[in-house]
């Protein structure tokens, strides 16, 4: 026997992943329509659909009336359909306030920490090939997510990033479709290291010894890339450092996301009181791994989205 909408949705807040791919695959040609009917035909419009798939991934525990889902997909397509005539939006989400829960409702980041379904988002994601899972984690998990800022993290055309966007949501969304009851490894073990290393090297850089933290940790010949700004090493790495400290600049760690030999970290930057406009608010550390140990790190000061 068929099961209804209801029944797909407590399944896949259950984490049944298979589950939210019929759910998705049910509902796929309706949120299509809707799409088209704001954006016309066009790659915008699949990349509207594709977007409220990623964001069903992450945000189905907060649907309220599950038997209301197939509303509550087509309000997010028409959202970001929106958003896409007036430009990029960071996290995609539904208008209407009665399809989702009061405002205790954790961030989409902490619903997917907290759902059964993450271990099977992060493993999806840690199967994508290294520049899509670039561009996945920095468009859904960091404040870098327009496609030009992407872009430019990454050195690549706007078109380029919608590319590899396009391919890793129909990656995920076919992995949805396909998806079995089978256990993947909890992730809560591996992000809990990442944080506590970052934390750890961000604590030693601030006491005067990122030198140390660079020569542990990187490798000889990695690469510094400042987009717009100077290539170079570690020695260049660690005299801008230096610079920063000895102006009075702190950062504090804020974000941690991290698939495979893809890291992100993403600071605030604290500027001395007597110069408080002296840097940017926040910068992104896009650091590629060999081994474990930096091969490329970009540095990115990140222009929040705008609502």
Known sequence: MTQSDGELVVLAQAGDAAALGALLARHEAGMRAVALSVLGYGPDAEDAVQDTMVVALRRIGEVRDPNAVGAWLRAIVRNNSRMALRGPRAVPVAEPEWFTRPADTPTPEEALDRATMRDWVWHSIGQLSEPDRLVTLLRYFSDASSYEQIAAVCGVPVGTVR???????????????????????DVAAANDSRWREGRDMITTAMGGDFERVVRESWWPDAELIVPGGPRGGRDLAISGMNRDLAAGVRQRLRNVAASGDVLIWETDLISPPDDPEHCPPAALWLQVLREGRVRQLTLFHPVPALD
């Not at 391919?167 to 993947?184: C, E, F, P, Q, S």
């Open 163 to 185: 590319s590899r966007l396009s391919h890793a949501r129909r990656a995920l969304a076919g992995g949805l479709r396909t998806a079995a009851d089978a256990a993947h490894t």
